[in-house]
């Protein structure tokens, strides 16, 4: 059974706290945001299909569960929201590839909620009782799915392409931090303690050629 041990990935035993940051290897912002992601996608999704069959009976049903499922994401929106400000004061600093990425995807991410909000007041004050969703509406869902999208991209970047918050066992940070862009593809990078940023690292000198 060993073959199949996966304790050390549930267990909170040994891990340092970090507030509302979560704790060390198990950050509390990224799975909060799969909820509001997944719900903002689901009623674009239900919108469209409402829309779309305005005319059928299930149209209707359709249109509301787009509305409540808004309403869940929005709620839960705002525990992503503050844990994902502790990360970005706690954790970036001014000037840092990461701090830059980490305020495109909370500016992007502040948009959405702001069209989230718009259109759940569309919703709940002016188009209610409607038969499918109204233009208006479907609009500001489907503004807002596709704008999920890129902050979620931007946001993953942090992770994926920098490492950012990424701790390996024995909480130690696995990423680096560098005052200008490392592209993925960049060729081997090594850190300048002098100036606090990465440079590439000296390409090998050819060997001598030798003598027949």
Sequence with gaps: MRHFSFRPSLTLRGRSSKGLRGWAGKPLHPPLT?????????????????????????????YRAASFTLIAGAAVSVLAALTGFWDWLRSTEAGTQARRTANAHAWTMLTVTGLVLAGIAVRVFAFWDEPST???????????????????????????????????????????????????????????????????????????????
């Design 34 to 62: 799969d909820i509001p992601v997944g719900a903002y996608v689901l009623a674009a999704t239900f919108d469209v299909i409402s829309a779309v069959g305005h005319e059928e009976a299930w149209a209707r049903d359709f």
């Design 134 to 212: 109204p233009g208006l509406a479907l609009a500001l869902t489907v503004v807002a799915a596709a704008l999920t999208a890129l902050g979620g991209t931007i946001g993953g970047s942090l992770v994926f392409d920098y490492g950012f918050n990424v701790e390996t066992a024995g909480d130690h940070p696995a990423w680096h931090r560098s005052e200008r862009d490392v592209h993925p593809g960049h060729k081997a990078q090594r850190a300048d303690p002098d100036v606090g940023m990465s440079r590439p690292a000296p390409a090998s000198e050819p060997e001598p050629a030798r003598r027949a």
